[in-house]
């Protein structure tokens, strides 16, 4: 005998009520894509707001797309055509981009996002933090290319942490690492991906709960048809 799962649907819709929906991404433009960025649109070199983001200065952040004279080097994640930059220099010796996050306290949530720097003659120190806090250290970014060279991925930096407040900044901070005319440095940044970490067990757990539902659906149907060939 065939079970159908179609009958078991209203099962698998209670089974799935009794667990809390995963939310994805909950980052806002996490490929700093809009306004459009430099040279698809927007002014030279592509400084601005970038929607979802706060700017230390706008001076000095921005957007680009692939060719733009922040983004001269690496090829991004498949799909992501646009990245975010800090630019650093005597001028602006550090600099940040940041999100506030909408978080559940006590969660674990894993976190992963593309960079690269321009080339250039001198490379930021760079860090990630969460309401100042580190959770990616601070470090000397290089070039994953040189400039106008393409045939490299970005470098891809992930970990999580665990939320202790309903909202959050999450920022990116870039700093001068060599001071002195004409020398500056830019990160760039894209794939910003901040995802609630499933609690162990979860999915087991949902696993079984669907089955005894559809088991004690098919029991019940069999029930059924045996009072009905019985009268």
């Known amino acids: 005998m065939k079970i159908s799962i179609y009958a078991c649907a209203p099962c698998v819709a209670l089974a799935l009520a009794a ?49 733009g004279p922040f983004w001269d080097n690496g090829t991004a994640p498949d799909g992501i055509s646009t990245v975010g930059f800090i630019q650093v220099s005597d001028n602006n010796p550090t600099g940040s981009l940041s999100q506030m996050l909408n978080l559940d306290p006590g969660t674990v949530y894993d976190f992963s996002f593309a960079e690269n720097v321009r080339d250039s003659s001198t490379f930021p120190e760079v860090e990630v933090l969460l309401d100042g806090t580190v959770i990616v250290a601070q470090s000397v970014l290089s070039a994953v290319d040189t400039g106008g060279d393409y045939s490299d991925p970005f470098a891809i930096v992930s970990g999580s942490f665990t939320a202790t407040s309903s909202t959050q900044t999450l920022e990116f901070r870039a700093s001068e690492q060599v001071s002195g005319p004409d020398q500056d440095a830019t990160w760039l940044i894209t794939g910003v991906d901040v995802e609630a970490t499933p609690e162990p067990g979860t999915a087991g757990l949902m696993s079984l709960a669907l089955a005894g539902c559809c088991i004690a659906g098919f029991r019940l149907r069999r029930k059924r048809a045996n009072s009905f060939l019985s009268a």
């Open 19 to 67: 667990f809390p929906a995963l939310a994805g991404n909950i980052v806002v433009d996490p490929n700093f894509s809009s306004p459009t960025p430099f040279p698809t649109g927007g002014s030279y070199p592509g400084y601005g707001a970038v929607d979802g983001w706060t700017a230390s200065t706008l001076d000095f952040t921005g957007n680009n797309t692939i060719g």
